[in-house]
């Protein structure tokens, strides 16, 4: 872990313990906050912190990867309820200047056994870091906002493919099964743009805008990336409020 992931960890830990120290890392006079239930800014952040029952957060880090002037982490919360989250930290000049986050209730585990956040979380292929963007990307333009099926097979090994999905089985089969269950409930997903792919050697993190069931929804997949295929999925998915609910106006993205 290097200087900044281990600033994000400490800060994410924070929120559990209270303690002062790690939110030094946030520049105050530049904060600009995406999370639409907190206000903008350093104040904000605190207002969000204080809004909790006492000795009910709780934070535990279980990846964190940096890429560039970005730290992006995947934690088992407690914020008012289990939840598990993605955050992204964006850093200038050695201090925190904006944030991201994506944040689902706990839920599964799912119908192979596995839960939203174990699996793999050991970092390799770090010279093959953009080239596994490129394939992550390409798969979630291709399959989930062009819907382009007859390329899925590609992207994977096989019915080889772990998934964290706390509705989704392992493999191909797996996500054929969920997703003709969800047609036949007639539940729609869908995904209409990328907005940002971060990537450290065998993990990459895309968050994209859509639509779950008819609603604005931020979908956030981290992808554990194995020779060339896709090997290991991770995902938190949430709705976006209606405009008039926002706290500040930076938008999700």
């Given amino acids: 872990m290097n200087i900044q992931e281990k600033q994000v960890v400490d800060l994410l830990k924070a929120i559990e313990t209270g303690a002062a120290e790690p939110v030094g890392v946030i520049n105050p006079a530049r904060y600009t906050q995406h999370n639409l239930g907190a206000a903008d800014g350093l104040a904000g952040f605190g207002a969000l912190i204080a ?19 970005f730290v992006f982490a995947h934690t088992d919360y407690n914020l ?3 939840k598990i989250g993605f955050d ?35 970092v390799t292929d770090l010279d093959k870091t953009e080239a596994n963007k ?32 706390p509705q989704i089985g392992d493999g191909l089969s797996g996500l054929g099964a969920a997703l003709e269950a969800m047609g036949k409930a ?17 993990f990459v993190l895309v968050s994209s805008e859509g639509s779950f069931g008819g609603k604005p929804t931020s979908f956030y997949d981290l992808f554990r990336v194995a020779d060339g295929k896709i090997a ?6 949430e709705a976006i409020p209606a405009r008039a609910d926002w706290k500040n106006q930076n938008g999700k993205f």
Wanted: net charge negative; aromatic share 10%.
């Fill in 232 to 237: 290991e999925h991770w995902d938190t998915i």
């Fill in 51 to 69: 809004a909790l029952p006492p000795n009910s957060a709780k934070a535990n880090t279980v990846r964190v990867f940096q890429d560039g002037d």
């Fill in 186 to 202: 007639g539940i729609v997903m869908k995904y209409d743009a990328i907005h940002q792919v971060l990537g450290k050697g065998n």
């Fill in 80 to 82: 008012f309820g289990p």
């Fill in 134 to 165: 490129t394939l992550v990307k390409s798969f979630v333009d291709d399959i989930l906002v062009n819907g382009k099926m007859d390329k899925m097979t590609g992207y994977f090994e096989g019915d080889n493919y772990i998934q964290h999905n």
């Fill in 88 to 122: 992204i930290f964006r850093f200038e000049n050695g201090k925190i200047v904006e944030h991201w986050d994506n944040l689902q209730e706990t839920a599964g585990p799912n119908p192979s056994g596995h839960s939203m956040t174990n699996g793999a979380n050991k």
